[in-house]
């Protein structure tokens, strides 16, 4: 977000946006970015935060519900900053983590094939929203990676 120009204000609003935003996991990990909006809320109140920020930080949260429609360039940073993943070396690890968080917490069992197509899925769809982004941040070993995964196991 440094690439950004953003303000010391707009900053903090990422920063706490970025730290709260699976706050509410714990509550409920199928409405999680509500309840974390939610948390977000009390807690910033509760530390005198004036109520445009807050609403800031509560709306920039919320833009991590899918889909993502982010409206503003704060929300666009924090959305592709959650995703940064995709693009990594670190994505199949993190995607196989994801797997058995979900079977842990969501009851989503997944074999390893449909585990794989939804992720090939999802990779297809998302978009990232910022230009740097955008220019910096590539999908595409990811899913050559997977296609190939997927036709090993067909």
Not at 73 to 80: A, M, N, S, V, Y
Not at 103 to 119: G, K, Q, R, V
Request: hydrophobic share 35%; charged share 25%.
């Amino acid at each position: 977000y440094k690439r950004q120009g953003l303000s010391e204000e707009e900053e903090q609003i990422i920063l706490l946006s970025s730290w709260l935003h699976c706050s509410g996991y714990i509550i409920s990990p199928t409405r999680s970015k509500q309840h974390s909006a939610e948390i977000a809320r009390k807690y910033l109140y509760a530390y005198g935060y004036e109520m445009d920020f807050v609403d800031q930080v509560q709306n920039t949260i919320l833009s991590l519900q899918y889909p993502r429609k982010p409206q503003n360039i704060l929300e666009k940073i924090l959305c592709d900053a959650t995703l940064r993943n995709l693009s990594t070396t670190e994505f199949f690890k993190r995607s196989l983590d994801l797997r058995k968080e979900w079977e842990l917490n969501c009851f989503a069992i997944y074999d390893t094939l449909s585990w794989y197509e939804n992720t090939l899925e999802f990779l297809n769809k998302h978009v990232y929203f910022t230009e740097y982004a955008q220019e910096n941040w590539k999908t595409e070993n990811n899913k050559e990676l997977l296609e190939d995964k997927i036709f090993n196991l067909t």
